[in-house]
């Protein structure tokens, strides 16, 4: 079992950067892949980014790439986003996800991942 907590969110204006943490308790981090999620109101839930379980392979959907940056320290059991250059259609509640494994496929299904934490908002204005 592994417990996600996020935490970072909050308003930024538009231009503005925020960086969402997410701690991972439970279980060690290195065994499993972890992945950003978020979910605009009236909207699905789409893949933001996602990173192995080793941290080397990373990726982004085409909307965040090149402004978001996914990162993780498996000492800490800690993933980060780091977001810059925020947009208005930015604004979502993000949400963690863990995966367990170590493949990389398919790290940008959300159906993939086991345990999700309860989300933090990002609200972004222009």
């Known amino acids: 079992q592994v417990q996600l907590v996020e935490s970072g969110g909050g308003p930024v204006q538009a231009g503005g950067s925020l960086r969402l943490s997410c701690v991972a308790s439970g279980r060690t981090a290195s065994s499993y892949a972890m992945g950003w999620f978020r979910q605009a109101p009236g909207k699905e839930r789409e893949f933001v980014a996602a990173?192995?379980?080793?941290?080397?392979?990373?990726y982004y959907s085409d909307s965040v790439k090149g402004r978001f940056t996914i990162s993780r320290d498996n000492a800490k059991n800690t993933q980060y986003l780091q977001m810059n250059t925020l947009k208005s259609e930015d604004t979502a509640v993000y949400y963690c996800a863990a995966k367990v494994g170590c493949g990389i496929s398919r790290l940008n299904a959300g159906s993939g991942y086991a345990y999700w934490g309860q989300g933090t908002q990002v609200t972004v204005s222009s």
């Open positions: 990173t192995s379980c080793s941290g080397v392979n990373i």
